[in-house]
T-cell receptor, first 116, second 114 residues
Framework: GAVVSQHPSRVICKSGTSVKIECRSL??????MFWYRQFPKQSLMLMAT?????????EQGVEKDKFLINHASLTLSTLTVTSAHPEDSSFYIC????????????FGPGTRLLVL | AQSVTQLGSHVSVSEGALVLLRCNYS??????LFWYVQYPNQGLQLLLK??????LVKGINGFEAEFKKSETSFHLTKPSAHMSDAAEYFC????????????FGTGTQLKVEL
């Protein structure tokens, strides 16, 4: 089956620093990758859609300069949380789709970010 | 715009009992529907999906769901609950040709008791 990995699984950083999270599709080429944010006991909120070789499309209310997304290849997308603050602490999950009309999104295991 | 409503944020069943998790959708066009499961501190795993083929969809771990257009529902069921089924379950909808964006429900926490 399709496998998506994320790295790191957990990160703790100081306020004001930047954190990069990687999302990789291990056994398929992902034409589209998605980044979600999940607060405790809540559902997933889509932050942005990332297409290989083009700029990401951000959802309303998501600061593109705060959450930098790069989709450099068909198997790798990165999310960089710039100048992180405690309110950015959350569970970040990526997903990848292989394309097609019935595209199924395959999810990574998530990254727990804690900003002190 | 499409949306899903999951009735019941918490459901508790006894081991061996029927599991029924409810999902109703709203969509201007026939949607694609998905059920995902999330275990603590993990990502989402696809249980099953409906993409306009058979209305009764069988998934992994003994789960199944039936697409009922007249009721705009896609409820998830399992005949006999197992302790390992305890997790958070999310229903999601996607509009075919709508950029592949998923819209998730608020989730249902399933508890399985002995």
């Amino acid at each position: 089956g399709a496998v998506v990995s994320q790295h790191p699984s957990r990160v703790i950083c100081k306020s004001g620093t930047s954190v990069k999270i990687e999302c990789r599709s291990l056994d398929f080429q992902a034409t589209t990758m998605f980044w979600y944010r999940q607060f405790p006991k809540q559902s997933l909120m889509l932050m942005a859609t990332s297409n290989e070789g083009s700029k990401a499309t951000y959802e309303q209310g998501v600061e593109k300069d705060k959450f930098l997304i790069n989709h450099a290849s068909l198997t790798l997308s990165t999310l960089t949380v710039t100048s992180a603050h405690p309110e950015d602490s959350s569970f970040y999950i990526c997903s990848a789709g292989a394309g097609g009309l019935e595209e199924t999104q395959y999810f990574g295991p998530g990254t727990r970010l804690l900003v002190l | 715009a499409q949306s899903v409503t999951q009735l019941g944020s918490h459901v508790s069943v006894s081991e061996g009992a029927l599991v029924l998790l409810r999902c109703n959708y709203s969509s201007s066009v026939p949607p694609y529907l998905f059920w995902y499961v999330q275990y603590p501190n993990q990502g989402l795993q696809l249980l099953l999906k409906y993409t306009s083929a058979a209305t009764l969809v069988k998934g992994i771990n003994g789960f199944e769901a039936e697409f009922k257009k007249s009721e705009t529902s896609f409820h998830l069921t399992k005949p006999s609950a197992h302790m390992s089924d305890a997790a958070e379950y999310f229903c999601a909808v996607k509009r075919p040709g709508g950029g592949n964006k998923l819209t998730f429900g608020t989730g249902t926490q399933l508890k399985v008791e002995l």
